[in-house]
Structures are given as C-alpha cells and as structure tokens.
C-alpha cells in the first residue's frame, strides 16, 4: 500500500467548512468555521469566537483574519457545527487572490 503525500493546498481544500483554531501572533486565538482563505493566507471565519488566554472574550458572526497576523492554524474536533453558509458570494477573500475555493 503506498501513502500519497498532501500538500499544504491539498489539506486547507479539504477543511472549508470545517471547525478550525487559528493563533495570531498576538496570542490571542479565533476559533470558529473556515470560510475561506487565498494566497496570502487571509482567511475568513464564519461562527467565530475570540479567546484571549483561554478564555472567550468575544463572539462574532463573521470575522476576517489578516493573513501576515497569523502564527498557525489547525483543524479543531472540539467546535460544534451548525449549518449556516459557507461564505459563498459574499466575497469574503480577495477575488483574483483566491486560491482555495470556498467563497465565490
């Protein structure tokens, strides 16, 4: 059985519209459901909520995170999702910039 290797691209594909946690580089973390992202790494939340030393601050619909503010992202198990929209035509990334689906 041979494993094919993802690549970066292949992995944020398959997470649009999945729970995630993304770290800025202030420390403060936003969790909440991938919109989208484009090649800079700007990526747009849906359900989203703000944490500051562990512990929630803020709660907001939609939030839109600066790409060169972000320290990581990852998949997050632990957020429940509730269907709502998945960013579509709201034009939540940079148009010509959007490089992995999502918003459109």
């Known amino acids: 059985m041979s494993l094919r290797k993802q690549t970066p691209s292949d992995f944020l594909k398959q997470i649009i519209g999945r729970p995630v946690v993304v770290k800025l580089n202030s420390g403060v973390d936003y ?28 709660k907001y619909g939609d939030a839109f995170l600066r790409g060169n503010n972000v320290r990581t992202g990852q998949r997050s198990p632990l957020i429940p999702l509730k269907q709502t929209g998945s960013g579509a035509g709201r034009g939540c990334c940079s148009g010509s910039a959007l490089m992995y689906g999502g918003c459109k």
């Open 31 to 58: 969790r909440g459901v991938l919109a989208c992202l484009d090649g800079y790494m700007n990526i747009a939340i849906e359900q989203t909520e703000e944490y500051v030393n562990g512990q929630l601050k803020n």
